[in-house]
């Protein structure tokens, strides 16, 4: 069968470094023949001094000295004592060609910027202009490679030029390699995000795929360092039972949910079997599946075509403009990496139709003095509205921090369980749905208050010392557009479905 494969993706942080690199780069370009000239007398009288030298040539003293000094630091002749006599480099070029007549090649000072991955030291493109923040995950490399990465990279900037010329339009068809490098400079570092997606195959098995682009540039150790820092961050917990699903199930009165949920196992397997894929199985109308993450692309887009439609009032309802709700679970790896940050900013681009200025505003669980390690994990652009929960005393989170609500007041909800695959209760596989019914927009509403409310607000993120706004003392304060009651509803809204 075909099932809704991908359920997450996630962006790690692979460590990097730019450097700044002065080298000799021999070129694919004849020398001058006067310096050609000299190297082969030099080939074949092994050592001549310099006053030989300029003789030789009727050179003044002046002269001979630049000659020498112009050769030397291309690297292609020594001065020993007031001799002088070819390079190693020179020698080389002599012996590759097999006699006394090679042609030799260009030897240019250049400066270059390149970068590293700091555990393979594979050059990379430059991702200068990269906004990397703490919403990835970030990847460690190793405190001994840190401490020699200068000198690490000046091997492989000497070992693997081939690679770097190849990402330069100048050298492509030019350089022939590197002949030393005289100066390197650390500049930065930083984190190349990779995506990796998560999503399950026909029997219900969790496959893990890393990002094209890399897995064809990177080799196989770098990729394989990649697998094994993923499967260790992945969360190390051990659950038999499904905790929250019966809540979920209960709370939103899902009948159809219900009968594949038997003691504490769930039927992933034939859920998605008769609801998503041959649809046999339907829910009443009003109320549509939903798979995977709200963040993910194919999710979005039905979020925003539903919100669009009602700010736009080409629907019987009217315009319908309102800032949009949404309660994180409580998982380390939800909202980590930049599908999050494009949905964000796609809800923000939405909502600012008809110049409004509503907002998406994120609820997320932080313990107290844990806030800023909240909001980092959600520093995303457009993100202006992250407000804390403060999980109970007595309480723990909602349904055991699995569910997920996201709420257009009024209009449409979705509500999601994150439930953890048999053998692999690290991983989160969100099933869900997306409803119009009033009851289930009345119980969104009321669980987001429930979450948010009383002593349990924690007060709002602030991003950006150019935030002036007086902190809120209260959800209702910091929330106004959730603060409604008597909802009202289109006469026929129990059965609308809005595809």
């Known amino acids: 069968m075909t099932i809704p494969t991908e359920f997450n993706r996630v ?3 692979l460590p990097i470094e730019t450097f700044r690199v002065e080298a000799y780069i021999a070129l694919d370009e004849r020398l001058p023949v006067v310096t050609e000239f000299v ?3 030099l080939r074949v009288c092994d050592r001549v001094s310099i006053p030989a030298f300029r003789d030789y040539f009727g050179f003044t003293d002046s002269e001979a000295l630049s000659v020498v000094e112009s050769l030397s630091r291309q690297g292609l002749i020594d001065l020993v004592d007031e001799d002088i006599q070819l390079s190693a480099f020179a020698i080389e070029r002599f012996e590759e060609a097999g006699g006394d007549h090679p042609r030799f090649n260009k030897v240019e000072l250049k400066k270059d910027t390149v970068t590293f991955d700091l555990i393979s030291f594979t050059p990379l493109r430059s991702v200068a202009g990269e906004l990397i923040t703490d919403n990835i995950i970030k990847l460690n490399a190793d405190d001994e490679i840190l401490g ?6 000046r091997q492989a900037y000497r070992n693997r030029y081939p690679e770097i010329a190849s990402m330069r339009d100048d050298l492509r068809d030019k350089s022939y390699g590197v002949h030393s490098v005289e100066d ?17 195959d026909q029997y219900c098995q969790v496959e893990r795929r890393v990002d094209e682009t890399f897995e064809r540039i990177a080799p196989p150790d770098l990729v394989q360092f990649l697998n094994e820092q993923v499967t260790a961050i992945i969360p190390k917990t051990i659950s038999l039972a499904v905790p929250g699903l019966e809540e979920f199930i209960e709370t939103f009165d899902l009948k159809l949910m219900g009968q594949y949920l038997t003691g504490k196992k ?8 008769d609801v998503h ?12 599946p939903f798979f995977g993450n709200i963040y993910l692309h194919g999710n979005v887009e039905r979020v925003v075509s539903r919100i669009r439609d009602r700010r736009e009032g080409k629907r019987r309802h009217g315009k319908l403009l309102t800032s949009l709700a949404w309660l994180a679970p409580d998982y380390e790896l939800w909202g980590r990496g930049e599908s999050f940050a494009k949905a964000v900013a796609e809800f923000t681009n939405v909502l600012k139709l008809s110049g409004n200025s509503d907002s998406p505003f994120l609820f997320a669980n932080a313990e107290q ?10 520093r995303v652009p457009f993100l202006n509205e992250l407000h804390f929960s403060r999980p109970s005393i007595n309480e723990g989170p909602l349904m055991a921090g699995r569910v997920e609500l996201l709420l257009y007041p009024t209009a449409f909800m979705v509500a999601i369980y994150h439930l953890s695959p048999p053998g692999s209760n690290g991983l989160w596989i969100p099933i869900g749905f997306i409803s119009t019914k009033p009851k289930h927009l009345d119980t969104a509403h009321k669980l987001i ?10 007060g709002r993120a602030k991003f950006s010392a150019r935030d002036d706004r007086p902190k809120p003392s209260s959800f209702e304060e910091g929330c106004h557009f959730l603060q409604y009651s008597g909802l009202t509803y289109d006469s026929q809204g129990d059965d609308d479905t809005l595809g």
Do not use: C, W
Request: positive net charge.
């Open 449 to 458: 208050q429930s979450v948010m409310g009383r002593k349990r607000y924690g």
């Open 266 to 273: 769930f039927d992933l397997a034939g859920y998605l079997a």
């Open 148 to 153: 020699q990465s200068k000198e690490r990279a």
């Open 184 to 200: 390197i400079e650390s500049k930065r570092r930083s984190y190349l995000p990779i995506p990796v997606s998560f999503s399950i």
């Open 277 to 288: 894929v041959s649809q046999h199985v339907k829910y009443p109308k009003g109320i549509d």
């Open 39 to 41: 190297l082969r007398l």
């Open 369 to 378: 003095g844990q806030e800023n390690d909240v909001m980092a994990m959600f």
């Open 11 to 13: 962006t790690f942080g």
